[in-house]
């Protein structure tokens, strides 16, 4: 049986009861359903297969891209996932007695004859005498959805269980055993991403304009495009002369986005984060190595997300403080949808660990527009003396 752990919505939640026979005895079995936490067409049932794989994936020091080629096996198991996770509960009739619990999650009963052939007859088989070479034996498995129009979820590989049930022991006595597969973090993890775009999608990204600028930007998670900014000449060459001229202290400045709402006016969910950083960098932007330790800062505001439209402020202040007042280059900022990630210390790591690449959340943002009230805007609020 393989076990995957969907992220769900512990308030939305039904529960049902029946009464049953569980190992001879009169039990009430309890199912919890949770809705899994849905990115797309929620109204569709989706069907889960997992096959066995033949491709060899390497180590986990491998660098592997989302677009690897994978070759799908045997069909190990199938199951229709109408959208919930389900927590079991089985408790004895007579005293309450707990007999049986398991969290929440989608079971697959997978094909007992083939690991009744390719595991269990193997016992003490060359195959499955060490690590190595039962890597080169038993080489993954793949989970994936058959439908192409359904919604995406979430769940953490090191979650993933899958648990060989199996008898053993003379025939007038025999006796139940388990055995756990490890599929956790000392095995290669990779989500397989490919993306059938429109043609309006490949028109714009074919004809980025990096000198006047695009009127639409199209960002988007899971390895998708993101969006430089471009500060204007003109707006730093003015802060620069109040600095000058009137000894103006610059106290705050922002990039405001709003989303566009005439080809993208819809409830799915937006994106709460947004990965920044100067172009060519590969470390974090100043303003957030600045205010590391500063628990009030944010680097990146998100205001009216469940309405149309959503606008972000990305706080830029050191940058811009640095361009104005040392004489910085003013490098376009480039952001990209996901969040950083923290170590067990809730330190940052580094400005690629982050969760970019299996973030379903998209959207269009509004981009140069001059006639527009929602075009992107540098806010700069800046104190005289």
């Given amino acids: 049986v393989l076990e995957i752990k969907p992220q769900y919505d512990a308030t939305a939640k039904t529960t049902s009861t029946t009464n049953i ?7 009430k079995q309890t199912l919890t359903a949770y809705s899994a936490v849905k990115y797309g067409n929620p109204a569709s049932a989706m069907t889960i297969n997992v ?3 033949t491709t060899n994936l390497g180590s ?6 989302s677009n690897r ?6 069909l190990l198991g199938t199951k229709s996932f109408t959208g919930n996770s389900i927590a079991v509960s089985i408790n004895k009739t007579s005293d309450n007695t707990v007999l049986l619990t398991k969290e929440a999650g989608l079971r697959i009963s997978l094909n007992s004859s083939y690991f009744q052939t390719k595991i269990a007859n193997k016992s003490g088989a060359t195959e499955l005498s060490n690590e190595s070479n039962f890597i080169n034996y038993f080489k993954g498995l793949k989970i994936s959805v058959q439908e192409n129009d359904g919604y995406l979820i979430n769940f953490a590989p090191d979650q993933v269980t899958m648990t060989m049930y199996y008898t053993y022991g003379d025939a007038s006595d025999r006796k139940e055993g388990t055995y756990s597969f490890n599929l956790a973090s000392p095995n290669v993890h990779l989500s397989q991403i490919s993306y059938n775009r429109s043609t309006i999608f490949n028109n714009v990204m074919a004809g980025i304009d990096r000198t006047n600028g695009d009127p639409l930007l199209y960002m988007q998670g899971m390895g998708g495009p993101g969006a430089g900014i471009k500060i204007p000449e003109n707006a730093i060459e003015a802060l620069k002369t109040l600095r000058r001229d009137r ?3 610059i106290v705050s400045a922002k990039i405001r986005l709003y989303t566009d709402t005439s080809i993208w006016n819809n409830s799915y969910t937006k994106p709460d984060n947004f990965l920044v950083k100067k172009e060519g960098e590969t470390d974090f932007i100043t303003d957030l190595k600045t205010m590391l330790y500063n628990n009030n800062f944010k680097l990146v505001t998100a205001y009216a997300t469940n309405a149309n439209p959503s606008y ?4 830029i202040t050191k940058t811009v403080k640095d361009i104005v007042e040392q004489g910085q280059e003013a490098k376009d900022i480039i952001l990209n949808i996901g969040s950083y990630l923290t170590n067990y210390n809730g330190a940052l790591v580094s400005e690629d660990y982050n969760t970019n690449v299996y973030s379903p959340n998209r959207a269009v943002f ?3 527009n001059f006639v ?3 075009r992107p805007r540098l806010l700069v609020t800046y104190i005289v003396k």
């Fill in 21 to 27: 026979t569980y190992k001879g005895q009169a039990a």
């Fill in 51 to 53: 096959n066995e794989i």
């Fill in 60 to 65: 986990t020091g491998t660098e592997i891209l």
């Fill in 69 to 74: 080629s994978v070759t799908a096996g045997t």
């Fill in 247 to 249: 000894r103006a202290a």
């Fill in 312 to 315: 972000y402020d990305v706080n």
């Fill in 366 to 368: 509004v981009g140069t």
């Fill in 372 to 374: 527009s009230q929602y």
